[in-house]
């Protein structure tokens, strides 16, 4: 059974970094084709990908945040962790991880975590 | 980035009656070896996305025949043939041939 579940704070300052880690089970990124995607949700608005890391390394971001991101797998414990600098009150969302398993669903993200909801205020 | 826009922007459909959804991307999703990177997801109220096709047209595992999906290079389209009550939420189109990932925003799907 694969299941994701974002962590991290609920609540951060401006200017701050956010860390968000997404402990998965029912599968390894160690496995060939697996990866492992975030994506956002600000509140009443539509999705948005921030970045992804593939079994092999690999990794994407949005164009838009790239220089605020970094995405890093932890193979052994079934995570991974994805850091924004410089956290904004545009950036409140909510966060999701999910789970690309290859061909197995045309590279598309399958399985989803439940999300967690940061909110960017003083 | 690739755009993808979606039409209408909400819908209200009768149980049993058929539902259609557009997805046009601002580029071509076709690959050069055959394949088409266009999926579609429902988020229902106060839940995270669900896969419902991939590749334009592929089912995802569990997902009701009801869901079909059709399309080429930039148009696609998702229909459910008998809506019931448990469809309502808002559809997402994707695109996955550039990454990252972009979303189209979205058809919000009310039941009457």
């Known amino acids: 059974q694969v299941t994701l579940r974002e962590s991290g704070p609920a609540l951060v300052k401006p200017t701050q970094t956010l860390t968000l880690t997404c402990s998965f089970s029912g599968f390894s990124l160690s496995t060939n084709q697996m990866c492992v995607t975030w994506i956002r949700q600000p509140p009443g608005k539509p999705l948005e990908c921030l970045a992804r890391i593939d079994w092999n390394d690999d990794k994407y971001y949005s164009t838009s945040l790239k220089t605020r991101l970094t995405i890093s797998k932890d193979t052994s414990r079934n995570q991974v962790v994805l850091t924004m600098t410089n956290m904004d009150p545009m950036d409140t969302a909510t966060y999701y991880c999910?789970?690309?398993?290859?061909?197995?669903?045309?590279?598309?993200?399958?399985?989803w975590g439940p999300g967690t909801r940061v909110t960017v205020s003083s | 980035d690739i755009v993808l826009t979606q039409t209408p922007l909400s819908l209200s459909v009768t149980p049993g009656q058929s539902a259609s959804f557009s997805c046009k991307s601002s580029?071509?999703?076709?690959?050069?070896?055959?394949?088409?990177?266009l999926y579609w997801y429902l988020q229902k109220p106060g839940q995270s996305p669900q896969l419902l096709l991939f590749?334009?047209?592929s089912r995802f595992s569990g997902v009701p025949d009801r869901f079909s999906g059709s399309g080429s290079g930039t148009n696609f389209t998702l229909k459910i043939s008998r809506v019931e009550a448990e469809d309502l939420g808002i559809y997402y189109c994707m695109q996955g041939i550039h990454l990252p990932y972009t979303f189209g925003q979205g058809t919000k799907l009310e039941i009457k």
């Open positions: 580029q071509s999703l076709l690959q050069s070896d055959g394949k088409t990177f």
């Open positions: 999910a789970r690309i398993s290859g061909p197995n669903s045309g590279w598309g993200p399958d399985y």
């Open positions: 590749a334009v047209s």
